[in-house]
C-alpha cells in the first residue's frame, strides 16, 4: 500500500485566532512501541520515513515527550484518563480471560467523553487493550462512537488473526485459518480509518489511531513493499512460535528476515499517515484538523525485534519495559495547517496526560478537576507566556519488581526491583541524557527531595499494589 508525495512548505504559517472557524477536527496516531529514533526526522539513519517528516515540517517535533509509560495499556489509561500512573484506574497488562485485559471503571471520564460532551463524533481504529469485549471498559461504554479493530492487546501480537471487532459484532476471518495468510490487520484498520474521514468530514470528529505496528510479531504481506528490502541487511533469523495453543493467540512467528520486516512495517506506518493526510486534504477538511503523531513507549526487544541494530532509541538508554529515558521518551509530532508554526522543534517537556488538559482549552472547556496534567496548547500556539510548568512527573512499572520514576526539572530518580531488595539511582538528565552516571551518592539532598515526591505521587490501588 503506497502513499502520495504532498508537498510542504517551511515558510511559517501564519497564526488564525482559534475562534475564527469551526470546531478543529483531531487526529491522535499512536504507533505501538515505536522508539524515539525509528523516524528518519529523529535520527534514523538506515530507513527514510517521508511522509512523518513531511508532517513534522508542517508542524512542532518535540524532543522531549514523554508516553504514560513503558507498555502499552498503563499508558494508553493515562492518555485517556488525564492521570499519570500513580493515578490510573489500570497500572498494568492484567489479562482477563478468554479476551481481553482489565477494564476502565464505569463512570470513567475519557477523553472521548471529552470530545463527545463538546458534539464531535468518536472514532478509534486499532488497538484498544482497556476492556474485554462488554465490559464497563469496552470502547463502546467509554465514549466511542465507532471501534473497529482488536479489544485484546495480547492477539494484538499478531496481524493475521481469526478476528477483529467492529463496535459489538465479531468480524471473523476464515481466510486466516490453519496459519494462512489472507487478511492483514493493519490494512483492514486503515481502511476504515480512511473510511471513517468519509463518513463523518461534515461534523467536527475526534479520530484515534492507536495502530498495532511495529510491535511483534514481526510479519507483513508479501508486497514490494518487504521484497525490495530483503536482502539489504545482515539478519538474524528469530525461531517462533508456529504451531501450537500460543499460535496467533499471543505468540510470535518464525521470521526469517526480522531487520527487514521491522523497515516494512515502519514504512507502512509512514504510508498509512501519508494517506490519511491525503484523506483529510480530500475530504476539505486538512486546514481544520490537529493532527498528532507519537508512540505507546519505547522499542521493543520480542519476537526478532533489534532496536540496537536499529539504534531506535537514538541516544537514550533503555527499552520498552524500563524507566530509563529509552522506555518512556517517544517521537511527537504536532501540526496543524495555519494555527502551529511549521518546521518548528522544541524542547518543553510533557506527557501523555497533558493532552486532556489541551484539548479541553482547545475546546473551551472544563478539564476535569482531577487531572495530573497541564495544557499545553500555548506551546503549540507560540504563545509561550502563557505556558504553565509542572513540578513533576511520575512514572511506575508494576512488572520485573516493580519500579518508579520521578524527574523534576532536569533531575531523573530511579526506584528499582521495589518488591525485592529495591534501589535507587540518581541522573541529571542535562549533562547526562543517557543516564550513565548515577549520582545518587554525590546528590543525597536531591535524592532526598525525590523520594519525598515520589512517596507522594501514588495513591494506593488494591488491583495495583506496587510494594
Same mark, same amino acid.
Given at each position: 500500500?503506497?502513499?502520495?508525495?504532498?508537498?510542504?512548505?517551511?515558510?511559517?504559517?501564519?497564526?488564525?485566532?482559534?475562534?475564527?472557524?469551526?470546531?478543529?477536527?483531531?487526529?491522535?496516531?499512536?504507533?505501538?512501541?515505536? +522508539?524515539?529514533?525509528?523516524?528518519?526526522?529523529?535520527?534514523?539513519?538506515?530507513?527514510?520515513?517521508?511522509?512523518?517528516?513531511?508532517?513534522?515540517?508542517?508542524?512542532?517535533?518535540? @524532543?522531549?515527550?514523554?508516553?504514560? @509509560?513503558?507498555?502499552?495499556?498503563?499508558?494508553?489509561?493515562?492518555?485517556?484518563?488525564?492521570? &499519570? @500512573?500513580?493515578?490510573?484506574?489500570?497500572?498494568?497488562?492484567?489479562?482477563?480471560?478468554?479476551?481481553?485485559?482489565?477494564?476502565?471503571?464505569?463512570?470513567?471520564?475519557?477523553?472521548?467523553?471529552?470530545?463527545?460532551? %463538546? +458534539?464531535?463524533?468518536?472514532?478509534?481504529?486499532?488497538?484498544?487493550?482497556?476492556?474485554?469485549?462488554?465490559?464497563?471498559?469496552?470502547?463502546?461504554?467509554?465514549? =466511542?462512537?465507532?471501534?473497529?479493530?482488536?479489544?485484546?492487546?495480547?492477539?494484538?501480537?499478531?496481524?493475521?488473526?481469526?478476528?477483529?471487532?467492529?463496535?459489538?459484532?465479531?468480524?471473523?476471518?476464515?481466510?486466516?485459518?490453519?496459519? !494462512?495468510?489472507?487478511?492483514?490487520?493493519?490494512?483492514?484498520?486503515?481502511?476504515?480509518?480512511?473510511?471513517?474521514?468519509?463518513?463523518?468530514?461534515?461534523?467536527?470528529?475526534?479520530?484515534?489511531?492507536?495502530? =498495532?505496528?511495529?510491535?511483534?510479531?514481526?510479519? #507483513?504481506?508479501?508486497?514490494?513493499?518487504?521484497?525490495?528490502?530483503?536482502?539489504?541487511?545482515?539478519?538474524?533469523?528469530?525461531?517462533?512460535?508456529?504451531?501450537?495453543?500460543?499460535? /496467533?493467540?499471543?505468540?510470535?512467528?518464525?521470521?526469517?528476515?526480522?531487520? %527487514?520486516? &521491522? =523497515?516494512?512495517?515502519?514504512? /507502512?506506518?509512514?504510508?498509512? =499517515?501519508?494517506?490519511?493526510?491525503?484523506?483529510?486534504?480530500?475530504?476539505? #477538511?486538512?486546514?481544520?484538523?490537529?493532527?498528532?503523531?507519537?508512540?505507546?513507549?519505547?522499542?521493543?526487544?520480542?519476537?526478532?525485534?533489534?532496536?540496537?541494530?536499529?539504534?531506535?532509541?537514538?541516544?537514550?538508554?533503555?527499552?520498552?519495559?524500563?524507566?530509563?529515558?529509552?522506555?518512556?521518551?517517544?517521537?511527537? *509530532?504536532?501540526?496543524?495547517?495555519?494555527?502551529? %508554526?511549521? +518546521?518548528?522543534?522544541?524542547?518543553?517537556?510533557?506527557?501523555?496526560?497533558?493532552?486532556?488538559?489541551?484539548?479541553?482549552?482547545?475546546?473551551?472547556?472544563?478539564?476535569?478537576?482531577?487531572?495530573?496534567? *497541564?495544557?499545553?496548547?500555548? @506551546?503549540?500556539?507560540?504563545?509561550?507566556?502563557? !505556558?504553565?510548568?509542572?513540578?513533576?512527573?511520575?512514572?511506575?512499572? !508494576?512488572?520485573?519488581?516493580? /519500579?518508579? %520514576?520521578?524527574?523534576?526539572?532536569?533531575?531523573?530518580?530511579?526506584?528499582?526491583?521495589? /518488591?525485592?531488595?529495591?534501589?535507587?539511582?540518581?541522573?541529571?538528565?542535562?549533562?547526562?541524557?543517557?543516564?550513565? &552516571?548515577?549520582?545518587?551518592?554525590?546528590?543525597?539532598?536531591?535524592?532526598?527531595?525525590?523520594?519525598?515526591?515520589?512517596?507522594?505521587?501514588?495513591?494506593?490501588?488494591?488491583?495495583?499494589?506496587?510494594?
Amino acid at each position: 500500500m503506497k502513499s502520495k508525495i504532498f508537498a510542504a512548505g517551511l515558510s511559517l504559517a501564519a497564526l488564525t485566532p482559534l475562534n475564527a472557524q469551526q470546531k478543529p477536527n483531531v487526529v491522535f496516531i499512536v504507533a505501538d512501541d515505536l +522508539g524515539y529514533g525509528d523516524l528518519s526526522c529523529y535520527g534514523q539513519k538506515k530507513f527514510q520515513t517521508p511522509n512523518i517528516d513531511r508532517l513534522a515540517l508542517n508542524g512542532i517535533r518535540f @524532543t522531549r515527550s514523554y508516553s504514560g @509509560t513503558t507498555v502499552s495499556a498503563p499508558s494508553r489509561a493515562s492518555l485517556m484518563t488525564g492521570l &499519570h @500512573t500513580g493515578h490510573t484506574p489500570i497500572r498494568g497488562n492484567k489479562e482477563i480471560k478468554p479476551e481481553g485485559q482489565f477494564p476502565l471503571p464505569a463512570g470513567t471520564f475519557t477523553l472521548f467523553h471529552l470530545f463527545k460532551n %463538546a +458534539g464531535y463524533t468518536t472514532g478509534a481504529f486499532g488497538k484498544w487493550g482497556l476492556g474485554q469485549p462488554g465490559s464497563v471498559g469496552d470502547p463502546n461504554n467509554q465514549g =466511542v462512537d465507532e471501534f473497529y479493530g482488536y479489544n485484546c492487546q495480547l492477539l494484538a501480537h499478531n496481524y493475521y488473526p481469526s478476528h477483529l471487532w467492529y463496535n459489538q459484532t465479531k468480524i471473523e476471518f476464515p481466510e486466516n485459518d490453519h496459519g !494462512q495468510f489472507g487478511a492483514y490487520s493493519q490494512d483492514l484498520i486503515q481502511a476504515k480509518t480512511l473510511e471513517f474521514i468519509d463518513k463523518y468530514n461534515g461534523d467536527p470528529f475526534f479520530l484515534f489511531v492507536p495502530m =498495532v505496528l511495529p510491535h511483534a510479531e514481526l510479519v #507483513v504481506p508479501e508486497d514490494s513493499i518487504i521484497q525490495k528490502l530483503r536482502g539489504k541487511f545482515d539478519e538474524k533469523p528469530y525461531k517462533g512460535t508456529d504451531s501450537g495453543p500460543a499460535f /496467533r493467540k499471543g505468540g510470535y512467528m518464525s521470521q526469517e528476515h526480522p531487520r %527487514a520486516t &521491522h =523497515v516494512a512495517m515502519v514504512t /507502512r506506518i509512514d504510508a498509512y =499517515v501519508g494517506q490519511i493526510i491525503e484523506k483529510l486534504k480530500e475530504t476539505g #477538511v486538512y486546514e481544520n484538523t490537529l493532527i498528532i503523531f507519537t508512540s505507546d513507549n519505547g522499542p521493543h526487544r520480542e519476537g526478532g525485534g533489534d532496536p540496537d541494530f536499529f539504534n531506535s532509541n537514538g541516544i537514550y538508554r533503555g527499552y520498552k519495559r524500563d524507566l530509563y529515558e529509552g522506555g518512556i521518551r517517544v517521537p511527537t *509530532i504536532i501540526a496543524w495547517q495555519g494555527k502551529i %508554526a511549521s +518546521g518548528k522543534e522544541s524542547s518543553f517537556p510533557f506527557a501523555f496526560w497533558d493532552y486532556m488538559p489541551t484539548f479541553a482549552e482547545l475546546l473551551k472547556t472544563d478539564s476535569p478537576e482531577n487531572t495530573d496534567g *497541564i495544557s499545553i496548547l500555548p @506551546t503549540l500556539l507560540n504563545k509561550k507566556e502563557g !505556558q504553565k510548568k509542572r513540578d513533576y512527573f511520575y512514572f511506575e512499572f !508494576q512488572e520485573l519488581g516493580g /519500579r518508579q %520514576a520521578v524527574i523534576k526539572d532536569n533531575w531523573k530518580l530511579l526506584h528499582l526491583d521495589i /518488591r525485592q531488595e529495591g534501589l535507587y539511582e540518581l541522573y541529571n538528565l542535562a549533562s547526562d541524557p543517557s543516564e550513565n &552516571h548515577n549520582l545518587l551518592d554525590l546528590y543525597p539532598q536531591k535524592a532526598a527531595e525525590l523520594k519525598e515526591i515520589m512517596k507522594k505521587a501514588r495513591t494506593d490501588d488494591p488491583n495495583w499494589p506496587l510494594f
